[in-house]
């Protein structure tokens, strides 16, 4: 993460594509993310608003507090750009709060993505029993919401904010209890609708049949290798690796963390690591124990994927299938 202020932003999917989302999972949450950053660097890109290239790291979530399907990206975005040429520089933003005025940047998001939903559409492998221009003539009649927060400078919270929503699931362990009388699940949500502006959002409750309670669960799992979270613009690994030595020293974030803490953990430890508790020695065997290859295909179940046509030995190498 740079040394910049950063904004929230929630991209959410309307519920008129829920059942697309649905039948086609990877193919609309990878729209999903691809629109969100084509939406943000379009608008950065514009010299009325930033002209630079911004860094965005956006996580996907699928679920409402309650458990329900409502699929959202949360992207943190640097508060400007860097500017292109020879000399590049830091461009902040025209307007003191926002990246874009909202219905700007809700326009532009709707625009993006039914630009890019067409032609995903149109593959002969994507079966719906809705066309697309019935699709659009709906989409283009609703709200598409993109909310905004205020940028903020503390990156103690923007780490760990965004900490805890890559390792989030749909629900925690206490918010969920079971009723052994009333043999229901109960589980306790946020309820937003109500919530008052300034104030925490009440707390309601809902019982739910065991088998209801883990198909509202089970709708959360992402397909298989899909990633969740993903990093695009100065954020992205290749474009930072290309630009990091054009980035202003004031601008990149302290790059000697890890160090100090490993330096600061050796100091508290009071020895070398990889040292016998014992002898105090540090002349160590090293034996590498190999991988179970067959584990992966016992194990994991792969979505649109069919196991091997080989069969596996004991140390889990694939032979040739008899004919």
Request: proline fraction near 6%.
């Amino acid at each position: 993460m740079l040394n910049v202020p950063y904004v929230h932003t929630t991209f959410t999917l309307p519920h008129q594509l829920n059942g697309l989302a649905r039948r086609y999972p990877t193919l609309i949450y990878k729209l999903l993310f691809h629109s969100a950053w084509k939406t943000i660097k379009q608008l950065c890109a514009d010299e009325c608003k930033v002209g630079g290239l911004p860094g965005m790291t956006a996580v996907l979530h699928t679920w409402g507090s309650d458990l329900k399907y409502h699929v959202h990206v949360h992207c943190l975005v640097t508060f400007g750009g860097l500017s292109s040429g020879s000399r590049p520089e830091w461009r902040w933003p025209k307007l003191k709060d926002k990246l874009a005025r909202y219905r700007e940047m809700c326009g532009r998001f709707r625009k993006v993505f039914l630009a890019d939903l067409k032609p995903l559409m149109e593959q002969p492998e994507v079966v719906y029993h809705r066309s697309f221009e019935d699709l659009e003539n709906e989409l283009l009649k609703v709200r598409w919401v993109v909310h905004n927060t205020r940028p903020t400078a503390d990156t103690k919270v923007i780490e760990e904010y965004l900490g805890r929503y890559i390792c989030r699931i749909g629900i925690s362990n206490k918010r969920l209890s079971y009723d052994k009388n009333g043999q229901n699940v109960r589980i306790q949500y946020n309820d937003y609708r109500n919530q008052k502006q300034g104030q925490v959002a009440p707390k309601q409750h809902r019982n739910l049949p065991p088998l209801l309670a883990m198909q509202l669960f089970l709708q959360h799992q992402l397909p298989a290798y899909f990633q969740k979270v993903r990093h695009y613009g100065l954020h992205a690994g290749r474009t930072y690796a290309k630009i990091k030595d054009q980035i202003p020293n004031q601008l990149k974030g302290n790059g000697r963390t890890v160090r100090t803490v490993i330096q600061l953990l050796r100091a508290l430890l009071a020895k070398a690591p990889h040292q016998c508790d014992s002898c105090g020695g540090s002349d160590f065997e090293i034996e590498p124990i190999e991988p179970d290859r067959s584990y992966l295909w016992r194990h994991i179940l792969h979505q649109g994927r069919s196991p091997p046509t080989g069969q596996a030995d004991k140390t889990g190498v694939l032979t040739k299938a008899p004919s």
